[in-house]
């Protein structure tokens, strides 16, 4: 079984501040782990995933995360967001070859200018 | 355009009354996924398939819920005597040829009455 708690549900923040969203994931294997994002009124994309290799992943839009291992923990992070980084982000994970993906129960991050 | 598929985009209906949703992917994919979405929550796994045969239903699926997917392409989700605890965001994803991230439509949204 694989679960996925993301610390924060709401992150206000002011126009180019940088943002930290926190995810911690449980599992008894490894795993492939993901962020998504959900702007307004769409459908949730892709942000950066982590696979294997190189412990820090560089999505899009400048996002970019740290697998840390010991610490079962995924965090995205931004140095400067702006006003359109506005969504909900999900992180999720998979266990590798297995079929669902386990999501969190998002955080919603508010950039205020 | 996400690559897949789901009509209707809305659905209000009375409690009690059947309803069913389709999922079409544009192009192939093995592997099809059924999603619940709750506003405040991350996507709920429901169900998915591995071409046509139904590998993995939730523990949470309640036996008025049934999927197909019979051709191995499209797939449909069906709610029988629907109840207000049914309302949400229905989600289908697939998963892509490399096997690791999931694409989702944009949604059915559910409205029970």
């Known amino acids: 079984a694989q679960s996925v708690t993301q610390l924060d549900s709401q992150v206000p923040v002011f126009e180019e501040a940088p943002v930290e969203l926190r995810c911690n994931y449980s599992s008894s294997v490894s795993v492939y782990l993901f962020w998504y994002v959900q702007y307004p009124n769409q459908g949730l994309q892709l942000l950066l995933k982590y696979l294997s290799g190189s412990t820090l992943v560089k999505g899009i839009n400048g996002f970019e995360a740290e697998f840390n291992k010991s610490q079962t923990s995924f965090h995205l992070r931004k140095p400067s967001v702006h006003i359109s980084d506005t969504a909900e982000y999900f992180c999720a994970v998979s266990e590798i070859n297995a079929g669902k993906s386990t999501f969190g129960d998002g955080t919603t991050l508010t950039v205020k200018p | 355009d996400t690559g897949v598929s789901q009509d209707p985009r809305h659905k209000i209906t009375k409690r009690g009354q059947n309803v069913t949703f389709r999922c079409d992917p544009i192009s192939e994919h093995n592997r099809l996924y059924w999603y619940r979405q709750t506003l405040g929550q991350g996507p709920e796994f429901l169900t998915y398939f591995q071409n046509e045969a139904q590998l993995e239903k939730s523990r949470l699926l309640s036996d008025r819920f049934s999927a197909e997917r019979p051709k191995g392409s499209f797939s449909t989700l069906e709610i029988q005597r629907t109840e207000q605890g049914d309302s949400a965001m229905y989600l289908c994803?697939?998963?892509?040829?490399?096997?690791?991230?999931?694409?989702f439509g944009s949604g059915t949204q559910l409205s029970v009455l």
């Open positions: 994803a697939v998963r892509g040829t490399k096997g690791e991230k999931l694409f």
